[in-house]
């Protein structure tokens, strides 16, 4: 039985935490139950606010949007609004300067009406405008709802930029559990992706003595036992069910303010959502909805690993290897088109695939190797475990079946650990120089 929820616990309290950080969410209010949309204006009031700018697209505006403006209205709430006309929103320079030209005088909170992306243009544009913002979820679909990144795709690169979090979360469970079930399902891939980057950071404080907080990492492993005990009640659209993970996804955004960054949730399995993410805008496709992506990259991390906990390394073989600088920018070229200019700036500044800190990896890495491999044996599920999980909500659990290819397979491997400074087991696998082997490895795995 998984830990019951108290979300409340963390709300506007800092926390003295045994990591020696002091731990904080901005959050004031968290409200996820049935009608909640009715208590939305009396959350408005009594947090200060009294001119809303509603920020939904096509989609959410019908399933919350104007019933959420219909309670603005009983109340006498005034309020402005911009309702982005688009099937699929991407989060670019663009739509970032529709919503600020459309944004009211006089108002005093931007109240998002949405999910991922709606969630992460609500964030920039409040925080850019130095206003709050509260967030009305129309879909447990991610977990960055109170989260201080936002996620945005600038100059063609997916780049995460510090902002706030919001200061309430609103969930109608009505609303939540009718959700498209291609939602719901991403949610359920976005929580299953924890695996994965909670061992990344472990391995990170391992070998590259990251900062790592015990308690932060608990409240993740509660995120993940309460989606996996209710994840066969939310393929019944349970209001219960749905009320359960939604607050787990919140817990888990709670976990990245805490830290200050995606540590607690993001890993390799992100990244592979980037670079996959980047790759389809780059050639006019519509990528993939980003929990999905990353159910997809947990199923491929979590088999690298499995591979790697199996793994007989040459450590010295890896050390002798040589980095070949002209190599890598031609295939980072060839990978990010566009894109590439940013990537590369990230490894100027970064350095991370510099040989004499990564000499300095692969030794810590051979004298931790057993207690690596028993770490990776002890933290993950097995890959046919969280496969027939994602399957039983007709979820992919294949790159093809997103529409990446054998290429992009191989290629994510290599090169999508580029995207972010940050260490995980694709930049193990550069160290010990796996990448390519493994990354062939991978195509022929979804070959079967």
Request: a negative charge; proline letters at 3%.
């Amino acid at each position: 039985m998984a830990k019951a929820l108290n979300l409340n616990s963390y709300v506007s309290r800092e926390i003295t935490c045994s990591c020696g950080h002091k731990h904080y969410s901005s959050v004031k209010r968290i409200d996820i139950d049935k009608d909640a949309v009715k208590r939305l204006p009396t959350h408005i009031k009594e947090l200060g606010y009294t001119k809303p700018f509603i920020v939904a697209d096509i989609n959410t505006w019908k399933a919350a949007g104007e019933a959420a403006a219909a309670e603005l209205e009983k109340a006498g709430i005034e309020y402005g609004k911009v309702v982005l006309d688009y099937e699929e929103v991407v989060p670019d320079e663009t739509v970032i300067g529709e919503i600020l030209v459309a944004v009211t005088p006089g108002t005093d909170l931007i109240l998002g009406v949405g999910s991922g992306t709606l969630n992460d243009l609500c964030k920039l544009i409040s925080f850019r405008m130095g206003l709050d913002y509260i967030i009305y979820a129309t879909a447990p679909s991610m977990d960055g709802f109170v989260s201080i990144g936002s996620a945005l795709m600038l100059h063609h690169v997916k780049t995460t930029v510090d902002c706030h979090g919001p200061v309430a979360v609103i969930g109608d469970t009505e609303v939540l559990a009718n959700a498209p079930m291609r939602l719901i399902a991403a949610g359920l891939g976005d929580t299953l992706g924890k695996y994965t980057c909670l061992l990344d950071w472990k391995m990170s404080r391992m070998i590259n003595q990251e900062y790592y907080c015990e308690e932060v990492v608990d409240m993740v492993r509660t995120a993940i036992s309460t989606v996996m005990e209710y994840s066969k009640k939310v393929q019944e659209r349970d209001p219960e069910a749905i009320k359960a993970v939604t607050e787990a996804l919140v817990l888990t955004g709670i976990a990245m303010s805490f830290v200050g960054n995606s540590r607690p949730a993001s890993g390799c399995e992100h990244h592979f959502s980037h670079f996959w993410e980047m790759r389809a805008l780059m050639h006019g496709k519509t990528p993939a909805l980003h929990g999905t992506q990353v159910g997809v990259g947990t199923i491929v991390a979590l088999k690298l690993y499995h591979m790697l906990a199996e793994e007989n390394v040459d450590f010295d073989a890896a050390k002798a290897k040589v980095f070949d600088y002209n190599s890598w920018l031609e295939n980072v070229r060839r990978c990010y088109e566009i894109a590439a200019d940013g990537i590369i700036a990230v490894e100027k500044a970064s350095q991370k695939n510099d040989i004499a800190q990564r000499d300095i990896r692969i030794a810590c890495m051979k004298e931790n190797w057993p207690l690596i491999q028993k770490t990776i044996k002890e933290d993950l599920p097995a890959t046919e475990e969280m496969e027939a999980l994602l399957a039983s909500l007709d979820a992919p659990i294949t790159p093809a079946a997103i529409n990446v290819d054998e290429e992009e397979v191989k290629d994510c491997v290599v090169y999508a650990k580029e995207v972010r400074p940050r260490f995980t087991v694709l930049q193990m696998l550069w160290d010990l120089g796996l990448s390519e082997e493994y990354g062939s490895r991978m195509v022929e795995y979804f070959k079967k």
